[in-house]
């Protein structure tokens, strides 16, 4: 089978004829973004390739459940977020390990700078403070980009539902990350500025 002429579709339902490359070919083209929703999900490079093993084990044993009514990406995505949640659960992992600064779905680039970096550091561990379910629907919507739709389907929940969990979800942002917006004076006020405001008594 061509690869370049095989769709999802037909690499799952030749991986259920028994062609033995076939899920390997799928998971291949998907595996970035995959590891990437694990990676944010579950904060710590161990416990997520951990998910992501354990899911692609269940897609690869139970493709035969896949229901054509939804895209073969969005069902694998629905069992990485419940491989990672499940896995959460089980054992209530609560990582502070930053997102490495490099991987499948993040390479380092030249460009980044210092402050970037730490940007990252403080949004990852900003997202790690959010409840399971609050983080796994932010990742998706927001960092991942999914239409709600599609992530109440990978979720397993309902529109409505994600959206809630959307919108607590950034509202905790917003108020662990409100810094990031709003700096203290100090920090945005020339040191000179200062000295002369400190003789003058302000």
Do not use: Y
């Not at 969005?74 to 949640?85: E, K, M, Q, S, Y």
């Not at 502070?96 to 980044?112: F, M, Q």
């Not at 040191?191 to 008594?201: I, K, L, P, S, V």
């Amino acid at each position: 089978m061509s690869e370049t002429a095989s769709s999802d579709a037909d690499l799952l339902k030749a991986h259920l004829r028994g062609d033995r490359q076939a899920f390997s070919e799928l998971f291949r083209r998907h595996r970035d973004r995959l590891w990437s929703v694990a990676l944010r999900t579950m904060r710590d490079p161990d416990e997520a390739a951990d998910a992501l093993q354990e899911a692609m084990l269940s897609a690869f044993r139970n493709a035969g459940s896949f229901r054509s009514e939804s895209r073969v990406t969005t069902w694998l995505h629905r069992i990485v977020v419940n491989a990672c949640l499940d896995r959460m659960r089980r054992q209530r992992v609560r990582a502070t390990v930053p997102l490495a600064d490099s991987g499948p779905a993040e390479p380092a680039h030249p460009h980044d700078t210092i402050a970037e970096h730490d940007t990252r550091m403080v949004v990852d561990q900003a997202l790690s403070r959010l409840p399971e379910e609050q983080r796994a629907a932010v990742v998706l919507v927001d960092v991942e980009g999914c239409p709600v739709s599609e992530a109440a389907r990978m979720l397993g929940a309902a529109e409505g539902t994600v959206k809630s969990r959307c919108a607590r979800g950034r509202l905790k942002l917003a108020q662990l990350l409100g810094h990031l917006r709003n700096p203290t004076t100090d920090e945005i006020v020339p040191e000179a500025d200062m000295a002369t405001r400190r003789q003058e008594g302000r």
